[in-house]
């Protein structure tokens, strides 16, 4: 054969092999492909699902906050009304009217109260959602050693920031990478030698491979992401639950609470507007003194049964020993799964609100 036809059929040869590897590499870019924007609707239609409870998770938690806190701050006008109306009741006695409530107890909701007004002073305006989230989840638990330092609040003032608090809840940022498309395009021109082509259709050959097992570990990857996102949403949901049933345990102790915080202010109203007057103003308070000292002890058992179940921690926290373990910005440090993922005080937070609605079930009408 001569020598010109030789050549020119080696040259058809090589071009159709180049040809079929090119096809083959185009075969695999196109399973890449699917596999990718497979695995990318996957993590999406996931993604999305998150997103929606993290909404809610977060609409409940600043809900509960904001209730606690404006609890916090009803305890302490109670305390101010009735330590002036016990002043009024035990001046000029010599046996003082005293209310027969523990003094820890007391001491307990004087620290509750005085951390949540600082937190309400501390992030008044538009940071206040934020906070009452941040607050819903650290708050309480920090109450129990605010004391008088302000420590407490100005740590939370800065952990008001609702997102890193519910990334801590759902394990962090669930962001995988790498689920772009991998390809490359093959250098396919008319007027490229044959040689040139079957090398191209290797190299695309060998890029198809490459795109297809960054596929695959793409795929893998989202797999595991979505799980982890199942996962958090499973958690971000439990916690809603929680946050909505805590809310309306308070609400109901906080309603029979202000039949007495009301009497308070009905009995105090009255001695105010008598003042006056041409009144012997010891005779009418002294027609109060049993009231008084009713509305006021039944008044503290409610408000230290609402103390009892805000500063159940809604998270399971780290102790050293009886402590609570703090970290560098004097915040709980809180157990994590192995996602990272705070871990529910499920069976506490139960045994706290049964407790709760029993106790306060045992308190006399006001």
Known sequence: ??????????????????????????????????????????????KTIFDDQEKE?????????????????????????????????????????????PKHELQRIENYSYTAIGVLGSAAGAGLAGAAAGFAVYG??????????GTAISSLAGVAATNATLAAIGGGSLATGGLGIVGGSAILGTAVAAPVLAIAGWAYNSHGEEALRNARKADREVDAAVEKLARAIKNL????????????????????????FDSLKGINNFLEDVKGRNVDIDAALSSYND?????????????????????????????????????????????????????????????????????????ESA
């Open 57 to 101: 998770t977060t609409h409940a938690l600043e809900m509960l906050g904001g209730r606690q806190l404006d609890i916090g701050k009803s305890l302490g006008e109670f305390k101010t009304l009735a330590d002036e109306l016990l002043q009024q009741l035990n001046s000029g006695r010599q046996n003082k009217l005293e209310v027969h409530i």
């Open 291 to 363: 009231e008084i000292i009713r509305v006021i002890e039944n008044g503290y058992a409610l408000a230290s049964i609402m103390v009892d179940v805000i500063t159940t921690p809604i998270f399971k926290t780290k102790k050293e020993g009886e402590e609570i373990e703090k970290d560098e910005n004097g915040l709980p440090v809180m157990e994590t799964d192995v996602d990272g993922s705070m871990i529910l005080n499920d069976t506490e937070l139960d045994k706290a609100l049964v407790e709760a609605e029993a106790s306060a079930g045992e308190i």
């Open 140 to 149: 309480g638990v920090m109450a129990l050693g605010a004391a008088s330092t």
């Open 1 to 46: 054969m001569p020598l010109p036809l030789i050549i020119g059929a080696a040259a058809l040869a090589s071009a159709a092999y180049g040809a079929k590897k090119g096809y083959d590499g185009y075969q695999k870019h196109s399973e890449a492909d699917e596999i990718v924007k497979s695995a990318q609707h996957r993590y999406d239609r996931k």
């Open 237 to 260: 949901s439990a916690t809603e639950a929680y946050a909505r049933k805590i809310k309306l345990a308070l609400l109901s102790i906080y309603d029979q609470f202000s039949l007495y």
